[in-house]
């Protein structure tokens, strides 16, 4: 079935530095890909999505590029600041698999130091 | 502003108590899921509505039971079967049609034994 996979964390950072977080996939069909944030208490948010490959999603400074050949959607950020300290998901829906349901990566926390 | 509101944030339950979780949505959103998190974990489906009087299982629905009588609401009661139910629960929607959608989220509810 469809599944993602994405790198483990916790990812420690200093500010200004440049964030890259993994995040693969497989999947039947043309999935859209989705990147959202969860604040420490709260929900998750949409970051950013793409739903064709080569398309590229941004966001606040953050960006990721559908991967077709790759089957990856990395999520990257030229400058992270202390604010930015969250756990990252990245998603994928509309598989052949799993249809409109999404499914959801393990999660990747990520620390960023002042 | 539209949205989701899970209610209550925090509830405890005693050994042998049912307990239901409420979840309120006035995006228009056809269909609703209910997620567990637990620390450090990603996000797991107990299950899902598609529309008003179905609902579907998830990966994880025993000991947990909802109902969808109305679109805007998809309770979610955590039975005394469930044995393990101290975890973070969330709401999520979302259209169904068209090009795949993102989910929108609630702050969710923590709920802790006694």
């Known amino acids: 079935g469809d599944s993602v996979t994405q790198m483990e964390g916790p990812v420690t950072l200093s500010e200004e530095a440049f964030l890259t977080i993994n995040c693969t996939y497989t999947?039947?069909?043309?999935?859209?890909l989705f990147w959202y944030v969860q604040y420490p208490g709260e929900g998750l948010q949409l970051l950013l999505k793409?739903?064709?490959?080569?398309d590229k999603g941004s966001n606040k400074g953050f960006e990721a590029t559908y991967r077709k050949e790759t089957t990856s959607f990395h999520l990257e950020k030229g400058s992270v600041q202390v604010s930015d300290s969250a756990v990252y998901f990245c998603?994928?829906?509309?598989?052949?698999?799993?249809?409109?349901?999404?499914?959801f990566g393990a999660g990747t926390r990520l620390f960023v130091k002042a | 502003d539209g949205g989701i509101t899970q209610s209550p944030k925090y509830l405890f339950r005693k050994e042998g108590q049912n307990v239901t979780l409420s979840c309120e949505q006035n995006?228009?959103?056809?269909?609703m899921y209910w997620y567990r998190q637990d620390p450090g974990q990603g996000l797991r489906l107990i299950y899902y509505?598609?529309?008003?009087?179905?609902?579907q299982k998830g990966d994880i629905a025993e000991g947990y039971s909802v109902s969808r009588e109305k679109k805007e609401s998809f309770p979610l009661t955590v039975t005394s079967a469930q044995k393990n139910p101290t975890a973070f629960y969330l709401c999520?929607?979302?259209?169904?049609?068209?090009?795949?959608?993102?989910?929108?989220f609630g702050d969710g509810t923590r709920l802790s034994i006694l």
């Open positions: 999520a929607s979302s259209r169904t049609g068209g090009d795949s959608q993102p989910q929108h």
């Open positions: 999947a039947t069909g043309y999935p859209s």
């Open positions: 793409a739903t064709k490959a080569d």
């Open positions: 998603a994928l829906s509309g598989g052949l698999t799993g249809g409109f349901k999404t499914i």
């Open positions: 995006l228009n959103h056809d269909a």
């Open positions: 509505s598609q529309i008003v009087n179905d609902f």
